[in-house]
């Protein structure tokens, strides 16, 4: 399993983040995504993330969901996992290069 993959009550599903997660998940949260989330947001994320990175085979509804996750929370550690190496990687993407770091010539 790569680390865009999670496995799930024994089934393996995509992880990633695009408009439609952000959007599935702002409309389920009541809140744009961002920082300061609590517990219930940071589910209800990975589970935005997993309806929309697996439409065809992600038909596990939230309240089983949640259930699942409350049988095996290592699961959610897999995630933040996934979730902190993401966001980081979008903060690497978005900062300006550094002055010092161009080359000369």
Known sequence: MNTNEIKIDGKVY????????????????????????????????????????NKSVFDIEFDKFVDLLSEDEKKIEEFASWEIAYFKSLSLLSEPPDENDKKKG
Request: aromatic share 12%; proline share 0%; with cysteine.
């Open 14 to 53: 995509k992880l990633g983040c695009n408009l439609h997660t952000r959007l599935l998940y702002e409309r389920m949260a009541g809140k744009i995504l961002g920082d300061n989330m609590l517990t219930l947001e940071h589910i209800i994320f990975f589970y935005a993330v997993l309806v929309s990175f």
